[in-house]
């Protein structure tokens, strides 16, 4: 036992793998949609509540940062939905080796990037 420890922890240092950087995505997508979600509430109530306000929702949605903002909660929204059936595959047994949790979470990345340039673009 004289390994040598490090006696700081440096967390630029930490090389991850790939599955630990699909649950810290996870948990940044998840806490994301919670923050936005009275935003996109507040956008609800004003397409439903007159004419007036949801022409004047649609003219601000024109506008590019708030088309950025509405992808990147696409994106959140996408990759935690496929990042959580992977975790419900993973607690059911399916994806219980290294290789098959390292091949999902490669599946979880690419899937949700697809989705969201797919819906993006349409959107846009």
Known sequence: MNKKRPKFLA???IKLPLPG???ILHRISGALLFLALPLLLWMLQCSLRSIET???LVDNLQHPA???FLLLVLWAFLHHFCAGIRYLAIDLQFASSLARARSSSRWVLAVSLALMVTVGVWLW
């Open 54 to 56: 949801y022409t004047e």
């Open 21 to 23: 950087m699909v649950s």
């Open 66 to 68: 708030s088309k950025i």
């Open 11 to 13: 967390l630029h240092q």
